[in-house]
């Protein structure tokens, strides 16, 4: 997809302030997977398990290239194909070339965020493959023509209404029908595309070095069908999602899901091992497994950012997060978002391209809080201003401003003389226009200053 | 116990009767207190925005300025995390961090205070938790406690530790998201005297976003709220 995340603060205006209903439908659904996720927290020795998952992530992360050979020895004695891209031209082309050589004509998917990074599905019908979302969310964005909004719930920025009246239009149900009725017409219309399907794509949860398990979390049971029906199985996995043993695995598999959507564990897991043993056997006849960079190394190398490749893609920053609740997840103008794609995105597609979002936090720290594997993002957060300020990708306006400030704070002289000049500058039309001020009064009146600062109160004598 | 207090640039100049009422209330309780007149800015306001090395220098200027002091306290949780957690950070040590206190946790913690008197008997009170007080300094029954113990109610409000949306820099560089965010906040408040809290750039947001909505509702300092309580609500 186009990115758009220099355009940030516009897009977060235009959708609070044209969209409300966007607004009421992200904040109303995030809040319900954050108190699930709390409780689901509450329930286990959570920061125990946050420690452990961040160690083993570290710990695969501090000799990924040792576990990419395990993995790729392992599941090709599993018999599945590795293939390996470097960047989402090379992931694209690898599938694109698979579909065509067999004959492809219609792909069913399961949700992947991945795909949607390296923009698969427009690849794919460009060379006349058909592709079908499956996942219900993607499903009514497939039909909406519309990007994800959320790691896990991507249609999280529609309502039931909204999805009302797009399936009475398209698929005939009425327009108060309930979402089980929606969800039966959708699965219904989607029947016969998995019948006809030549090929699945998936995502990749996690894969275990030790056992080449590709494991899939999932509640609809589409990835299910995807990765068993069609003849052929394509899962595109970045290279951070290594496990190094099964029962690392076990543990991952709870903790991402209570993490996610507060669940103990997801209703459908899916660990793939390789295609079908024996002509007639259940599963497909192929299972590749794409292993895809696109900019992953990069970052692996960054002395900060590397700790964002421990992300397990669980969602639980942006459900607890009081900036993404405002807009979700199209104000960020790239794939993933939230407080983890303000620290992801910078890495994966470069600061210039994303330098607003690091700044798009007001640094509340909930994020931190609720990270299955302890990412510090606030501190990432600073790590990304840092370099945008060095960098010089953010306004002259704002930097000589803060250059000012600080010469001042450490003059305590000038400092003082100034400071006896805030009540009669915030009384001053001139001020209110300042950039950094209009900021604040397009939306709150300007605060009164005290009439006398504490320093002239403390100099008088306070209560003596 | 002599304490110096760090009144905080924006405190100084738009809370200074909260300053003035935190001496009060810290006199009251047999406090020495000094007031290093050289003090400016913790120096937060640049950290935040990525300026590494003006955070620095005001860093350091605001260790210098309090390296005799035996405790600090600060009338504001984001402000003191700021010394308490970042400074270290910044390779800052001598011992400065461990010194350094929310107002609330200092009364709390220090001078184990838990009622200040009656006169905030009848008193509805909702609190708003700072962030950084909240998830860097992990106070939150400090101040709850202090207000209960001086016979406020607090009151339940849902969402009292989300944030308010100021974020320093933030709230004039997002402004429309910095004020959708006090909205939702503002919007689940229960009917208050007042909204409470320790931080001046919370109370800051909170309160001109309200004025500009057209709410009435009062929000007060937590400094001149327990010297009330204190001096028998005069």
């Known amino acids: 997809m186009e990115v758009r995340s220099r355009d940030y603060a516009a897009l977060a205006r235009a959708i609070i302030e044209n969209t409300p209903d966007v607004r009421k439908a992200v904040s109303g659904a995030t809040a319900a997977f954050d108190a699930a996720r709390r409780q689901a927290y509450a329930e286990i020795d959570s920061e125990a398990w946050r420690r452990w998952a961040e160690g083993v992530k570290n710990h695969v992360l501090n000799h990924l290239d040792r576990y990419l050979e395990e993995a790729e020895t392992r599941l090709l004695e599993n018999g599945a194909k590795v293939h390996w891209a470097g960047d989402a031209q090379e992931a694209r082309q690898i599938v694109a070339e698979l579909a065509l050589a067999r004959g492809v004509r219609s792909v069913v998917k399961g949700k992947s965020m991945l795909t949607e990074e390296i923009d698969l599905n427009p690849a794919l019908e460009e060379r006349g493959v058909q592709v079908y979302e499956t996942d219900l969310g993607e499903y009514i964005l497939q039909l909406l023509d519309e990007a994800p909004s959320h790691i896990l719930g991507p249609a999280i920025h529609r309502s039931l209404e909204d999805v009302q009246a797009l399936f009475a239009d398209r698929l005939g149900t009425s327009t108060d029908a309930l979402p089980d009725d929606l969800a039966a017409a959708a699965r219904s219309d989607l029947r016969s595309r998995f019948q006809e399907a030549d090929m699945g794509i998936s995502g990749g949860n996690f894969l275990v070095a030790e056992t080449g398990t590709l494991a899939l979390i999932e509640n609809e049971g589409n990835i299910r069908l995807t990765t068993s029906l069609p003849r052929i199985h394509v899962a595109l996995v970045g290279i951070e999602k290594l496990l190094p043993t099964f029962g690392d695995l076990a543990g991952f598999l709870q903790l991402t899901a209570r993490a996610g959507t507060g669940q103990p564990i997801g209703c459908f897991v899916s660990l793939i091992h390789g295609p079908a043993r024996e002509p007639g056997d259940d599963g497909p006849e192929e299972v590749h497994i794409v292993l895809v960079d696109n900019g992953r190394t990069n970052v692996l190398a960054d002395e900060h950012a590397w700790e964002t490749l421990r992300c397990v893609r669980c969602g639980a920053c942006l459900n607890t997060c009081p900036v993404y609740k405002q807009t979700g997840g199209h104000a960020y103008g790239w794939v993933y978002s939230g407080p983890i794609g303000a620290v992801l995105d910078p890495g994966l597609l470069g600061l210039e391209q994303a330098a607003p979002l690091p700044f798009a936090s007001s640094l509340c720290g909930a994020c931190f809080e609720a990270c299955p594997v302890r990412i510090p993002i606030p501190d990432l957060l600073l790590h990304w201003r840092r370099a945008a300020q060095e960098m010089g990708l953010t306004p002259v306006s704002e930097r000589i401003a803060l250059k000012a400030f600080s010469a001042m704070a450490t003059h305590p002289g000038v400092y003082r003389q100034l400071g006896r000049m805030v009540p009669g500058l915030a009384g001053s039309a001139v001020v209110r226009r300042l950039p950094v001020l209009s900021g604040w009064t397009e939306y709150r009146e300007l605060p009164e200053p005290s009439p006398r600062r504490f320093r002239d109160l403390w100099s008088e004598g306070i209560g003596e | ?234």
Not at chain 2, 7 to 23: I, M, N, P, S, W
Not at chain 2, 184 to 203: E, I, M, N, R
Request: glycine fraction near 12%.
């Open chain 2, 1 to 234: 116990m002599k304490v110096a207090l760090f009144v905080t640039c924006l405190a100084d100049h738009y809370f200074a009767e909260a300053g003035a009422d935190a001496v009060r209330l810290l006199r009251h309780l047999g406090c020495e207190v000094s007031f290093p007149t050289a003090q400016t800015c913790c120096g937060q306001p640049a950290h935040n925005a990525g300026m590494a090395e003006e955070a620095l220098e005001m860093a350091k200027h605001t260790s210098r300025v309090l390296e005799d002091a035996e405790h600090v306290v600060v009338p504001s949780g984001s402000c003191a995390a700021m010394i308490a957690k970042a400074y270290p950070a910044l390779g800052l040590g001598g011992g400065l961090a461990s010194r350094t206190w929310e107002l609330g946790a200092f009364l709390r913690r220090q001078l184990g205070v838990t009622r200040l008197g009656p006169g905030l008997e009848g008193k509805r009170v909702a609190y708003h938790q700072g962030c950084h007080a909240l998830r860097e300094l992990g106070l939150e029954t400090e101040p709850i406690e202090l207000l209960e113990g001086a016979g406020a109610q607090v009151v339940d409000w849902p969402s009292a530790t989300e944030c308010c949306g100021f974020g320093g820099l933030f709230s004039t560089k997002m402004p429309t998201v910095s004020a959708a965010m006090a909205d939702a906040k503002l919007d689940t408040l229960p009917y208050v005297d007042w909204v409470v809290s320790g931080d001046p750039g919370c109370l800051l947001q909170l309160s001109s976003r309200a004025r500009r909505t057209g709410s009435d509702t009062r929000f007060r300092h937590l400094a001149s709220v327990l010297w009330e309580a204190a001096d028998g609500g005069a």
